[in-house]
Each structure stands twice: as structure tokens, then as C-alpha cells.
């Protein structure tokens, strides 16, 4: 598979996923990602799923799917605490029905005085989707979220390197790897190259693409923000990476024509 196949287009809740599989298969595309939240449950019935799955397979597409990062998985209120974890599982079950092959996952959010609570309840409740995973043969990628303004109310967790190293090194599961998204990486001061001098190659399940100023979170197309994604596509497949990237900006056709772009600045390495 040449480097354009392995770059996908998130769907998200863009478009319906039985359409989003007849779109990709129409334009060639081979790896998919999409937020299923507004349906999730319909999806337990084998009368949606199987169509699914005969699709992806008849089309040779790859399925990932994306939890929403508004779900808060470092909840610590009563009964929010169960449905916190609840909901990673429907995720799993539901995509061990789908034969998707990922799920993107986050560590939660906190509010600043409850920050020390959070981290450790984001990832004790990462550690048991992690055991979940593991006996469903689900395998679950953690993403690195966007670096909020330093005076926000809200900041996402794992959101930097230190974060990300404290999430990692806590959930040891083999069910759980990492889905790095450059353009947030790119906002923080130790940016996409000390990132990458500390990724471990074999838990890197997805890279995720857009373009930034690196100023503030932003999914713009390639070439209006200022990553060097020649240098990316340099350190990480000249490292062995051999998964699949995923676009993330705009509109279906705005990604596509990211892919477009973003396979010639390959070829030109």
C-alpha cells in the first residue's frame, strides 16, 4: 500500500456512516474514522451492522471509530462515573460488531483546582476500558488533545508531552495505543519533533493531520498553517511507521484534496 492509500478522512459525524463507506469507496479512499454518537445504539442490531461490515469488506475500507472528546472520561461525579465507563464499553462492543479496527479515545478534561482527581480518575477509567478492550480484541488509541488558552476554565488532559508521558506510562495495556494528532502537538513548546523523539513507533496505532499557525487550536487545510509536514513525513515513516494518517479539517472534499497534497509532499522526500 503506497503512502496516498494509507492517508484516510475522518467522516466524524459529517455524514452518515453507511454513506461515508460509499463515498470513500467511490473516491478511493482506504481508511475511514467516524463519530457514531447521534446513532450508537442503533448500531447493536445486527440489521444495521452486518450491511456495514459486507461494505467495508466488498471495498477493502479500513473503519476506525471516535469517541467525542466532550465526554468527559476523567468524570468524577456519581453516577457520571458509571456512564463514563459505560460508554467506552458500548464503543467497544460496538466496534467489535462493525469489524472496526480502532477506537479513538481522550483523557478527560479538568477545571484547574480539581487537576490531581481528574489525572488519576482518566486513567483508572483508561486502565479498565484497557482490560475491556483486551478481552473483546478491541484495540484502543489514545489521542493528545489541543493545548486550550492558558485562561480558559477548561483544559483538556494529555494534552502536552508531560501529560502524555504520565498517561502512557500509567496504562501499560497492550490494547492501547497511541493516535498522535500533529496539529495539536504543534501548539505546545516542545512542538512535533520532541513529540515524536519520545513516541514509541510500536504503540503508534494513527497519525492525524491538519495544518496550524501554532497559536491556537485550528483544523485548517494543508499549506495555510506553517507545519513542516515534509520534515513529519521525513521523522516518522524514516522511524518505520507504516499505519495510516488521518486527515482532520474542512470538508470531505477539503480533506481529499489534503490527501492529494499531502502524498506529493511524501513523494518528494
Not at 482506504?30 to 471495498?59: G, N, Q, V, W, Y
Not at 498517561?167 to 496539529?183: D, K, Y
Amino acid at each position: 500500500m503506497d503512502l496516498k492509500d494509507r492517508i484516510g478522512i475522518d467522516l466524524s459525524s459529517k455524514i452518515r456512516l453507511e454513506d461515508g463507506i460509499a463515498w470513500a469507496a467511490k473516491n478511493g479512499v482506504k481508511f475511514i474514522d467516524s463519530e457514531l454518537d447521534r446513532e450508537l445504539l442503533s448500531f447493536d442490531t445486527e440489521e444495521r451492522a452486518k450491511p456495514i461490515r459486507d461494505a467495508l469488506a466488498k471495498h477493502g475500507i479500513h473503519l476506525g471509530l471516535h469517541t467525542l472528546s466532550a465526554v468527559n472520561v476523567a468524570e468524577t461525579s456519581p453516577i457520571m462515573t458509571d456512564a463514563a465507563d459505560a460508554y467506552l464499553r458500548k464503543y467497544i462492543d460496538i466496534a467489535k460488531r462493525l469489524n472496526a479496527e480502532w477506537i479513538t479515545v481522550h483523557g478527560g478534561y479538568h477545571f484547574g483546582g480539581d487537576y490531581k482527581a481528574r489525572v488519576a480518575a482518566g486513567i483508572e477509567r483508561l486502565k479498565r476500558a484497557g482490560d475491556y478492550a483486551e478481552k473483546k480484541g478491541a484495540r484502543l488509541l489514545l489521542e493528545n488533545l489541543n493545548k486550550e488558552p492558558d485562561d480558559a476554565e477548561v483544559h483538556y488532559l494529555v494534552y502536552n508531552l508531560e501529560e502524555c508521558k504520565t498517561f502512557f506510562s500509567a496504562v501499560q495495556s497492550p490494547a492501547i495505543g497511541m493516535s498522535f494528532t500533529v496539529n495539536h502537538a504543534h501548539l505546545v513548546p516542545e512542538g512535533i519533533d520532541g513529540h515524536l523523539d519520545w513516541i514509541d513507533m510500536k504503540r503508534l496505532g494513527e497519525v492525524r493531520l491538519a495544518d496550524n499557525k501554532g497559536d491556537k487550536e485550528q483544523h485548517l487545510q494543508i499549506g495555510k498553517g506553517n507545519i513542516d509536514f515534509k520534515k513529519m513525513f521525513s521523522r516518522i515513516e524514516g522511524a518505520g511507521y507504516r499505519g495510516h494518517y488521518m486527515n482532520a479539517f474542512g470538508s470531505l472534499d477539503d480533506m481529499l484534496a489534503g490527501r492529494d497534497a499531502l502524498a506529493k509532499i511524501a513523494a518528494a522526500l
